[in-house]
C-alpha cells in the first residue's frame, strides 16, 4: 500500500531504486554496485544449496521423505532436458542447467512478496531507504546470467570444434569463403543476440511484473485484493515460465556451439 505523503511518481520512482554504492538515478549504471541484488541472490543461492545439500545428505534408498522427492524429480527433468538437447558429457551442463532453474526461479519469486514489505524491513530494520528484492528485475543481474552463458557458448564452441573449426566456421558458414565479410556480420550478430536476448527477455517480464504490482499497491486498500491476487496467480505461471525458457535456451545455444555445422 502507498505510504502516506507520497505521490504516485514519487511511490513508484521510491520502489524501483536500488540499494547501491553510489550515485544511480540512470537506468544503466557502470558506476554502482547493486547491493540489493547481490544480497538476495546470495541469500537465494545459500537457500538453493542448503536445501540440495540436505537432500544429499538424508538420501535413502529406502522410503524418500518429501525434500529427496522434490528434489529428484527437479534433477531428472533437468537431466533429462540436457539429455534431449545435447549429446556430449553431460558431468558439467546438466548441473549448470539446474543451478539456473532453480536460481533464477528463487530470483523470480522474490516477485510474488508483497511490494512494500522489503523496502519497510530495510527501512526500519536496517536503516536503508531503498531496497529492491527482485534480482531478476535487475537488469545487471540478467546480464552478468547471461553474459556467463555466453562465455560458456564460446568455451563449448572451442571444446567441440577446435580453434581451426570454430574459426572456419565463423569465417565460412553459412555463405561460403568467397563471401566472408557477409559471413563475419552475420555469425557476429548472432552471437551477440544470444546473451542480450536471454537478459532482456527475463528482465522485461520481471520488471514488468514488478512495476504491476507497485501500480497495483497505489489502489485503495479495498481494491487492491483482486487485482493483485488474480496478478499473482497468473505471475506464478510467468515465474515458472521465465525460468524454463532461460534454462532451456542455455542449453540449446551450449549444444548449438558444441556440434558442427
Excluded at 516477485?111 to 535487475?138: C, E, N, Q, T
Aim: one cysteine or more; charged letters at 15%.
Amino acid at each position: 500500500m502507498a505510504e502516506a505523503g507520497h505521490s504516485p511518481a514519487e511511490y513508484v520512482t521510491h520502489h524501483l531504486k536500488h540499494w547501491a554504492t553510489g550515485h544511480d538515478d540512470a537506468f544503466i549504471s557502470l558506476q554502482a554496485w547493486h547491493l540489493d541484488t547481490l544480497f538476495v541472490s546470495t541469500v537465494l543461492g545459500l537457500v538453493f544449496l542448503t536445501l540440495f545439500r540436505m537432500a544429499a545428505v538424508r538420501v535413502t534408498s529406502g522410503v524418500p521423505g518429501k525434500l529427496q522427492n522434490f528434489v529428484e524429480i527437479m534433477v531428472d527433468f533437468v537431466d533429462n532436458a540436457v539429455k534431449d538437447a545435447f549429446h556430449g558429457k553431460r558431468d558439467f551442463l546438466a548441473p549448470l542447467a539446474l543451478t539456473i532453474f532453480v536460481w533464477t526461479f528463487l530470483w523470480n519469486c522474490m516477485d510474488l512478496v508483497p511490494v512494500d514489505l522489503p523496502p519497510m524491513i530495510a527501512k526500519h530494520v536496517f536503516g536503508l531507504d531503498y531496497f529492491r528484492a527482485v534480482p531478476s528485475a535487475d537488469m545487471s543481474a540478467t546480464f552478468a546470467l547471461s553474459l556467463t552463458v555466453f562465455g560458456l557458448i564460446i568455451i563449448y564452441s572451442l571444446k567441440g570444434k577446435g580453434i581451426g573449426g570454430f574459426t572456419k566456421e565463423f569465417l565460412t558458414h553459412p555463405f561460403g569463403a568467397k563471401l566472408l565479410p557477409a559471413n563475419v556480420v552475420l555469425n557476429t550478430v548472432e552471437l551477440l543476440a544470444k546473451p542480450i536476448s536471454l537478459a532482456l527477455r527475463l528482465f522485461g517480464n520481471l520488471y514488468a511484473g514488478e512495476l504491476i504490482f507497485i501500480l497495483i499497491a497505489l489502489l485503495p486498500w479495498w481494491a487492491q485484493t483482486i487485482p493483485g491476487l488474480g496478478w499473482a496467480i497468473f505471475h506464478i505461471l510467468v515465474v515458472t515460465l521465465q525460468a524454463f525458457i532461460f534454462m532451456t535456451l542455455t542449453i540449446v545455444y551450449i549444444s548449438m556451439a558444441y556440434e558442427h555445422h
